[in-house]
């Protein structure tokens, strides 16, 4: 089974700054990665798919990167609204997994 | 627009059965290019895929929980369900049902990634 890594764990920035998440698959995936941006007591929502494609309605200062095994969640100038949990997930064959999460706090 | 919606007890006693029903409303569930699966998050803790459902009544299972799941669908009814049996405290988690994208590369089919999400529930196991 495929196993998702993301670092770090949590990450404190403030408003404007530029944040970069990293996700690393225990063996080469493609582009079949997805990322989701969690607040707390919703469900997840799809930010990212196919490793850089943004969803319909997500802010351009999101934007993914990476193929194989090594990939990125970027965020360009960081918004209040943005102070979520973030997860990757490999969509490249049974089971589906999820990093662990990255917690992005308010500094 | 696709929604989905959990339905089922929030209260489940030790070694019994907990059993959810994840109804979709806005489009059909026997889709070609979709899955159906079931994703639960502990309190304070990350997401854990639980498992898949084809329209057909194809299943797919985590393997970590494959003995104590089963995942099956009424499309008569737009619905699909999951049953997870000898539950104990560990499982107490918000349940998550959602819509999954399915690629055809021969010879399989192949799971991507899950949109819509229902809003989720949860279930607490105490007695």
């Known amino acids: 089974d495929i196993q998702m890594t993301q670092s770090p764990s949590s990450v404190s920035a403030s408003v404007g700054d530029r944040v970069t998440i990293t996700c690393r698959a225990s063996?080469?995936?493609?582009?079949?990665l997805a990322w989701y941006q969690q607040t707390p007591g919703k469900a997840p929502k799809l930010l990212i798919y196919?490793?850089?494609s943004l969803q319909s309605g997500v802010p351009s200062r999101f934007s993914g990167g990476g193929s194989g095994t090594d990939f990125t969640l970027t965020i360009s100038s960081l918004q209040p609204e943005d102070f979520a949990t973030y997860y990757c997930q490999q969509a490249n064959s049974f089971p589906p997994a999820f990093g662990g999460g990255t917690k992005v706090e308010i500094k | 627009q696709l929604q989905l919606q959990e339905s089922g007890p929030g209260l489940v006693k030790p070694s019994e059965t907990l059993s959810l029903t994840c109804t979709v409303s806005?489009?059909?569930?026997?889709?070609?290019?979709?899955?159906w699966g079931w994703i639960r998050q502990p309190p304070g803790k990350g997401l854990e895929w639980i498992g898949n459902i084809y329209y057909s009544g194809s299943t797919y299972y985590n393997p970590s929980l494959k003995s104590r799941v089963t995942i099956s669908v009424d499309t008569s009814k737009n619905q699909f369900s999951l049953k997870l049996s000898s539950v104990t405290a560990a499982d107490t988690a918000v349940y998550y049902c959602a819509r999954q994208g399915r690629t055809i590369i021969l010879p399989k089919a192949a799971p991507r990634w899950f949109d819509p999400w229902g809003q989720g529930t949860l279930v607490t196991v105490s007695s």
């Open positions: 063996q080469g995936i493609s582009s079949w």
């Open positions: 196919a490793a850089s």
């Open positions: 806005g489009g059909s569930i026997s889709s070609s290019n979709h899955y």
